[in-house]
């Protein structure tokens, strides 16, 4: 019984690291467009409205050289283990 509920809670956990990725990879694609001006909008105000869209939290964002932006998020749902995060990377290719 104790290993189904360790198994459920790892389970859990990676789900929401997943989500927490996909949020991430998405504010970032959003934001490095903005910055390179192919849509309208402040490149971090984009990246936090594309997040709250995916029930996450920006933790950072920042423009790098080359027209990148890092992003960091923080998924709004807690797991018993802690918070899920993911970072993302995104601008053109180089």
Do not use: F, K
């Amino acid at each position: 019984m104790t290993a189904m509920a360790v198994m459920l809670l790892l389970a859990q956990s990676a789900v929401l690291a997943s989500r927490a990725a996909a949020a991430a990879d998405l504010a970032a694609l959003a934001a490095a467009d903005a910055l390179r001006g192919i849509t309208t909008g402040e490149p971090c105000a984009v990246a936090v409205e594309v997040a709250a869209r995916h029930s996450a939290t920006v933790l950072s964002c920042s423009a790098g050289p080359g027209q990148t932006i890092e992003v960091r998020t923080e998924l709004g749902e807690r797991a018993l283990l802690g918070a899920a995060t993911g970072r993302a990377r995104a601008g053109p290719p180089p």
